[in-house]
């Protein structure tokens, strides 16, 4: 991915921030950014307690340094003490992540079936998690 991808996703995702609703949240590291990951919840009575991980991601040359569990365990303090939400969920794709949120009390509830496809012949499981505050 290049530096002008990551720059029109991030200003996707930044203009849709809203306070009420969700979090960015950036890991920076001798000044660069390092990881980032949005919180988002739904403020209907139904799912108002809980909500959702989206683009949970490290840079490459800081992974295996403890940037991407400072990030969760901070959303998982963010989730429930400033937005009073009881549980987190998210949906990853089957790349070998999952041992990686189970040491981090995540549990996975279930799969989606090749319902994401990387490349033609590529389709791999949605993997969905949950986590309990």
Do not use: C, K
Request: proline share 3%.
């Amino acid at each position: 991915m290049s530096h002008e991808d990551v720059a029109a996703a991030a200003d996707a995702l930044v203009a849709g921030l809203d306070p009420q609703r969700s979090r960015l949240l950036l890991a920076t590291a001798d000044g660069a950014l390092a990881g980032w990951l949005n919180v988002r919840h739904d403020p209907h009575p139904l799912v108002a307690h809980w909500g959702t991980l989206h683009h949970v991601q490290t840079h490459l040359a800081f992974r295996g340094t403890g940037t991407g569990a400072a990030l969760m365990h901070r959303a998982r303090d963010i989730a429930r003490e400033d937005m009073g939400l009881e549980q987190l969920r998210l949906a990853r794709a089957g790349m070998g992540l999952e041992d990686f949120y189970s040491r981090l009390g995540w549990r996975e509830i279930g799969r989606w079936t090749g319902a994401l496809r990387l490349a033609p012949g590529d389709d791999r499981d949605e993997i969905l998690m949950a986590l309990t505050l």
